[in-house]
């Protein structure tokens, strides 16, 4: 009796005992942790984007996936892991806000129609890697079918393959018929693009559908496009009303809506109706112009790819339907993109990169020069500008404490040669170096 009786005490006094133990725990693992490692990264040269300035003798503190201080002669705490960069100058990860990771360039045209969803997947994890290694940690993909851009980013964001941070569309909304339908099969195939939406209603349940399924973007083909057939990039698709709709419906829901917009109508429309960006813009117009700076609506260019998809036509069997569109669009875009510039429009970085080879995206740099941009607004644009544009001026965009520590490094310049980016030899991304 007296044993039983001991142990029943025992047994009722144990669960009194629990939160001292558990405190007493804590409190010694807490003074036998050891402190956050930290890792210093060093270069001659940091550029502020902010400020347009290069800091020297460049120091930039990290702990885990955060840039705790950043500066020149920073005093770098013992024990710290030191990256010593030499002569190199450090910029923040560069951002691609118009990309199709899991394109590549010879699916313009028939061939595509062998490559099923999983196939199309694999070959985003391919180019994920290889735009990350090319120093932009992070992307706006603008358009996959079957969800295959929000499978790729939450296996990136999962640890599985390696990739840049991706905001992602899914399956873009268009009009039966329009340029994100699928136009290259015959009628007795029933073929349909997954985001055809027509009218006010289905473009609501398909904007909701998208949501449903994990787009952080709503992404609308307002125009036609060059790399469809039967349609034309300089007429509208979409009314008023219905992108009205979408578009109130994503902000409503926490998303943000980019407009593929070639034709001017297109283009006006849609930033009447409330739009974030403007894919493209070949054909605005001043009209389109004034309507954008009044209502602050941000203009992705992607100019670069004429020169590849022209030049390499041939090569990637591209149909000549296609191919003559192209050569009509895409020298027209340069006029007007280097009008745009000049007059104010926001610009943010794009390169629709799938349209050309992943990993030469900042080709495109060159080409915003010579349309106008100086290297620091050029560079802004793929740091700062679309940082805005995704809502993630929290996250990453410049150098800075409380930042992602999304860094990378170049030789040279790329102040006086913006082109030192089309070779970058450093990539950090949450601070852990991928190249």
């Given at each position: 009796m007296n044993a039983t009786a001991s142990a029943i005490r025992r047994t009722?006094?144990?669960?009194?005992?629990?939160?001292?133990?558990?405190?007493?725990?804590?409190?010694?693992?807490?003074?036998?942790?050891?402190?956050?490692?930290?890792?210093?990264?060093?270069?001659?040269?940091?550029?502020d984007v902010r400020?347009?300035?290069?800091?020297?003798?460049?120091?930039?503190?990290?702990?885990?996936?955060?840039?705790?201080?950043?500066?020149?002669?920073?005093?770098?705490?013992?024990?710290?892991?030191v990256i010593d960069l030499g002569n190199k100058t450090l910029l923040p990860g560069l951002i691609d806000m118009h990309t199709h990771l899991?394109?590549?360039?010879?699916?313009?045209?028939?061939?595509?129609?062998?490559?099923?969803?999983?196939?199309?997947?694999?070959?985003?994890?391919?180019?994920?890697?290889?735009?990350?290694?090319?120093?932009?940690?992070?992307?706006?993909?603008?358009?996959?079918?079957?969800?295959?851009?929000?499978?790729l980013r939450d296996a990136i964001n999962d640890g599985d393959v390696p990739g840049p941070r991706m905001a992602a569309s899914g399956p873009p909304l268009s009009i039966t018929g329009g340029h994100c339908d699928d136009t290259m099969h015959a009628p007795e195939y029933k073929i349909t693009a997954l985001g055809v939406a027509d009218g006010v209603d289905e473009a609501l349940k398909v904007t909701r559908r998208n949501i449903k399924?994990?787009?952080?973007?709503?992404?609308?083909?307002?125009?036609?496009?060059?790399?469809?057939?039967?349609?034309?990039?300089?007429?509208?698709q979409y009314t008023l009303e219905e992108l009205k709709a979408i578009i109130s419906d994503a902000h409503r829901l926490g998303r943000k809506a980019a407009a593929h917009a070639h034709g001017g109508d297109g283009i006006k429309l849609a930033v009447l109706a409330g739009v974030d960006s403007i894919e493209h813009g070949s054909y605005i117009d001043d009209e389109g112009i004034k309507l954008m700076k009044e209502h602050k609506t941000w203009l992705v260019p992607t100019v670069y790819l004429g020169d590849w998809l022209i030049e390499n036509a041939e090569a990637i069997k591209l149909p000549k339907p296609l191919l003559e569109k192209a050569k009509v669009t895409l020298p027209m875009a340069r006029q007007n993109i280097a009008r745009a510039i000049k007059a104010g429009v926001p610009i943010a970085f794009g390169t629709d990169a799938a349209v050309y080879p992943h990993g030469l995206n900042a080709r495109e740099f060159g080409i915003l020069v010579k349309l106008g941009m100086t290297p620091i607004q050029a560079i802004r644009a793929a740091t700062l500008n679309a940082s805005e544009l995704l809502g993630w001026t929290d996250r990453v965009g410049t150098i800075e404490a409380g930042k992602f520590a999304d860094l990378i490094a170049v030789d040279g310049e790329p102040l006086k040669d913006v082109k030192t980016l089309e070779s970058v030899q450093w990539v950090m991304k949450g601070g852990a170096v991928v190249k």
């Open positions: 009722y006094a144990l669960p009194a005992l629990l939160p001292s133990l558990l405190l007493a725990c804590a409190t010694a693992g807490a003074a036998d942790a050891p402190p956050a490692a930290v890792t210093a990264v060093k270069a001659a040269h940091m550029l400020s347009g300035a290069l800091v020297d003798n460049a120091v930039v503190l990290i702990s885990g996936e955060r840039i705790t201080a950043a500066g020149s002669k920073l005093a770098i705490p013992a024990g710290a892991q899991t394109g590549d360039p010879q699916d313009s045209g028939y061939s595509i129609v062998a490559k099923s969803i999983p196939r199309v997947t694999l070959t985003g994890a391919k180019n994920a890697r290889i735009t990350l290694q090319a120093g932009f940690t992070t992307v706006r993909d603008v358009g996959a079918d079957g969800y295959a851009d929000i499978g399924y994990g787009a952080d973007v709503i992404k609308i083909c307002a125009t036609g496009g060059v790399l469809s057939f039967g349609d034309d990039p300089r007429t509208s």
